[in-house]
């Protein structure tokens, strides 16, 4: 292995900046027991090098290995590690995909993504999935032992390039919303009103079109425009929108 990784994104309590939540407490502190890991990567050399760099450390146990998602499924289901160090493209199946599975037979499992990909879909999907943890290869391998550590203790780690792609999502999510709220509700014409409201009562399409002397289809195509205009799915969503932005009032 040698140095063949780079400089890991270090914990919340480290003055590193790294992305933790808090509740564990500090990286490091000794336990009775060995945390427990299983190494997932689709080359056999490469789960070696792993092994080996993770042989020295006293209080981390290497228990398994598997070359692809979904001999990590069963692996994680009969060991039930502590952390799964898996790789996100492999073959058959992804780490990703292999993610949710892991959770649902390992809850307790917390999973550190160890990759070669700075994708940012990939990191988003990594998190989304579960994963606690998303470093790249080019850490150095005595950080790899931190970085079990840390996440055992309850932090997440995030290599630095990809923290500040989330941080930049992360602004990027808080404009759109602002940007959002900026815009005016859409504006229903009279009709659309009166249909929203009889709507809002909880009349069918056929009521609410004897109602107003109206064809039925009309009044579907109301229906239709109104929520395309507020894009929501439902009608009633279109009713509890248009009540909290003030659309229509009903008394």
Known sequence: MGDSFGP???????????????????????RKEPIR?????????????LEIVLAHEEDIEVVGEAGDGAEAVDKAADLLPDIVLM???MPRRGGIEAC?????????????????????????????????????K???????????????D????????????LLTEFKSM????????????PRLTDRELEVLKLVATGMNNRDIAKELFISENTVKNHVRNILEKLQLHSRMEAVVYAMREKILEIR
Do not use: W
Not at 11 to 30: E, K, L, N, Y
Not at 177 to 182: A, K, N, Q, S
């Open 37 to 49: 890991v299983l190494v997932v990567d689709d080359h056999a050399l490469f789960r070696r090098g």
């Open 100 to 136: 949710t599975s892991i959770k649902e037979v390992a809850p307790s499992a917390k999973i550190i993504m160890l990759t070669i990909s700075d994708e940012e879909a990939d990191l988003y999907d990594a998190i989304k999935a579960g994963a606690t943890g998303y470093l790249l």
């Open 154 to 165: 309850g932090q997440s780690q995030i290599s630095p390039s990809m923290a500040s792609k």
């Open 138 to 152: 080019e850490i150095s391998t005595d950080e790899v032992a931190t970085a079990i550590r840390a996440v055992a």
């Open 8 to 30: 890991v994104h270090g914990g919340a309590d480290d003055g590193g900046g790294g992305v933790g939540d808090g509740s564990g407490t500090d990286a490091g502190v000794s």
């Open 174 to 185: 808080i404009q759109r919303t602002d940007e959002r709220r900026l815009v005016p509700a």
């Open 87 to 89: 790789d996100v493209r």
